[in-house]
């Protein structure tokens, strides 16, 4: 057991993120449909195929006349609708009838827009011709060859739209991690059982799985007691033949007791351990160790510092797994209001809601009771830091803080 | 095709909004498992079972003495894992170890942490004594009967864990929209088709189905050509005998041209017709249109007006048929640079980046070209409003924009 006891020094939130993000490379990267391509991360550039536009296009409905067309009475002698391909030379008094998006027959040529004429009998008479030619040049958006999404980006609708309009409909994209979730814990019940006296439901269980859903990712996930024997067994043998996992996540366990034997389970199965507790709180009970390629958490199974840990560290493992590359943890935002606090000798990571008003980004920050207590997640998008022995935080301070939103 | 032509007053994008919502009724509740239930909204309030926690509870391993005992020393006379229930009287000079979690087996007690102990012989010896009880109390966190998650609320990975954690595994949610979408126009091929001089690929449909995917909203998608009979048939005609929709989005065709017909169709199919333009670029082609609860939106066909479109109107319309009631339309944040602008007459959309920095929410405006041009999509995740007329907004003044994340 004395596996279990703590050993490393104490580390601040930072200071874990980056020893996660330092024993994580990006898994390996695959080419999916647009359609399955929805906030995966991009792991080469894209270009330009062609210029874009790639022809003359028509921005307007209207009539294309000779720029240098020194009248206001044109004959129309065809007709352009969008798709159309009819290149043709204008003579002076001849107009092209195109549609919006219609390629533009030859160069030098302006669109008079339909609201500005009077049309008649084959006959086009300009009411008015202003400088505007109406039309998007070839190329003018970019150039062929031009790195148009970068590698690193994480693909949201507008990305994935601009791929559909290169032609490029199966990005190399970053494979979804495989995860294995074993809920530990001789108190849990299934949320959907009453709990006896005693006993209280699972929800890490609900919480892994929704964290992870935000990203498409579908844990395995197994509930246990808190023998060492069966949650050996729900770590090591799947209950379904997967491959080893990625990311193996154990709920509950992590801590100093008699039961708390994670970090001897890790230790068996012949992980590495690299951390065994952090300076933060809630979360102090952490482990963090690796074998192969597989990252291992030792989550503590207060809910509160369950979601903590989630969002900080785990979250940094996702997102480098993923490819993506940051450097920062915590952004600098602003507090709402006063927060009176006990001094405490931990990093504290405190439920916050993020508004953004007058410019501002505002954190008001939650109450919370304790690390057991998940009542303020029905509001909370953010985590606030509070340096340790901090007494009291004044409104308007600037403090750093992270959000628990997926796009941040 | 008088029917197609623009009549109604041109609407700023706050009006189009308005004039959406007030259109918009909140679609039937259903029960849904939790794992479900990600990202719906609550149509409900969640109360506390019982009060939480719903027992003392030790937040320490260690050793529960009388809170009144007298001296430093105890024999230990039982031990309580978590999950156990053993409530028993404490004699003085006795104690009972605990793990963290389980039930202290009275009141009036105090745990000792394990640290704080020499342990021998079935005896155990205080090392030190502070004030910390070191329990988690019944009802600290909240009361039964308390509204712990409000109706109304977007359910986040927190709020799902609570909601387990309360036993509320089968949560009263908006369900989906049946969403029908049709891309139409005689230029677009399919994004993995190379298009012929004249022709684009259709990006509109990609943008769509990711578009509501981020609320796991899968539409039934057609591609048709411009041809009016086509449309219609695509529109009225589903795929998959599906029911009417609650959401039907044509894309393109909401023009004044001889081939924007989507006015006419909507007419045609009985449709009130609410909208025919705005006065916001790009975007100003825009139909919106109900028929029973049937809502429709005839969007304009360039790719970026399409995005502006999307993330304002259409997402009004989501929100309020998910049952959210907001108020609002636009956030303040600080301009990040000066923006040199044309003076045009419309209410302008600009495509910019959000970055919260220094306790500020700056947006970064990005380089497009046209309507058309959908490059700046990569990195966007706003839209920055700019008032009609405006020529010049300097850096660091206050502007309005609208995030196109889902997690605003």
């Known amino acids: 057991m004395t596996a279990c006891r703590a050993s490393a020094p104490a580390a601040s939130a930072e200071d874990v993120v980056a020893l996660v993000r330092e024993h994580c490379r990006p898994l390996a990267a695959e080419r999916v449909a647009l359609t399955d391509a929805l906030r995966r ?94 039309i998007r040049f070839r190329g003018e958006d970019t150039r062929a060859g031009a790195v148009l999404v970068d590698k690193g980006t994480r693909l949201n609708p507008g990305a ?141 199974g207060n809910p509160l510092a369950h979601f903590v840990c989630l969002n900080l560290f785990v979250r940094a493992a996702l997102d480098r797994l993923a490819g993506l590359d940051q450097e920062t943890v915590f952004t600098a935002g602003v507090l709402a209001g006063e927060l009176n606090l006990d001094g405490n000798s931990r990093e504290t990571l405190w439920p916050a809601r993020v508004r953004v008003a007058g410019g501002r980004c505002e954190l008001a920050p939650l109450r919370w009771s304790s690390s057991g207590d998940l009542t303020c997640l029905a509001t909370a998008d953010a985590l606030l830091r509070v340096p340790p022995g901090c007494r009291m935080l004044p409104a308007g301070s600037v403090v750093s803080f992270v959000s628990t939103t997926v796009s941040r």
């Open 41 to 134: 991360v991009l792991r080469e550039p894209v270009r330009a195929p062609e210029d874009q536009p790639a022809f003359d296009r028509s921005s307007v409905d209207g009539y294309a006349v000779r720029l240098d067309e020194p009248g206001s009475q044109f004959r129309i002698v065809d007709e352009i609708r969008a798709g159309n391909w009819k290149p043709r030379v204008l003579a002076p008094g001849e107009c092209v009838r195109i549609a919006t998006g219609g390629a533009l027959p030859g160069e030098r040529l302006q669109v008079v827009m339909k609201e500005d004429v009077e049309v008649g009998d084959g006959i086009v008479r300009a009411l008015r011709r202003d400088a505007a030619v109406n």
């Open 160 to 300: 994935l739209s601009l791929l559909a309009s290169l032609g490029h409909t199966r990005p190399l994209v970053t494979r979804l991690p495989r995860v294995r979730h074993v809920a530990t814990g001789n108190e849990i019940v299934p949320p959907e059982q009453t709990p006896q006296r005693g006993q209280i439901r699972d929800s890490n269980s609900t919480l892994v799985r929704a964290f992870l859903g935000q990203w498409g990712i579908e844990p395995e996930q197994v509930r246990t007691g808190d023998d060492q024997v069966d949650i050996e067994s729900a770590v090591t043998r799947p209950t379904t033949p997967l491959a080893v996992p990625d990311l193996l996540l154990v709920s509950g366990g992590a801590s100093v007791g008699e039961q708390d034997c994670t970090g001897a389970l890790f230790d068996g199965l012949g992980y590495r351990i690299h951390l065994r507790r952090t300076n933060t709180r809630p979360g102090k009970p952490l482990i963090f160790a690796t074998h192969g390629h597989t990252l291992a958490f030792g989550l503590p």
